[in-house]
């Protein structure tokens, strides 16, 4: 299964969110950053995506 788990740091401890899919990822440090666990992965597979 591919997924991917952001901790974040809230009021003294981590707080974990796990996305799948299609699920949408938003940056709440980076304005406007947003991908899909999909686009993620699929990245990764494409090497010759490294230099776009």
């Known amino acids: 299964m591919q997924q991917i ?3 974040q740091w809230v009021e ?4 974990d969110k796990v996305f ?3 699920t949408c990822m938003e ?3 980076i304005a406007d950053w947003a991908l ?3 686009q993620v992965f ?3 597979n494409r090497p010759e995506l490294a230099g776009e």
């Open 5 to 7: 788990t952001i901790c």
């Open 12 to 15: 003294g401890q981590y707080e």
């Open 20 to 22: 799948t899919g299609a």
């Open 27 to 29: 940056s709440v440090v």
């Open 36 to 38: 899909t666990v999909e």
């Open 42 to 44: 699929n990245s990764a």
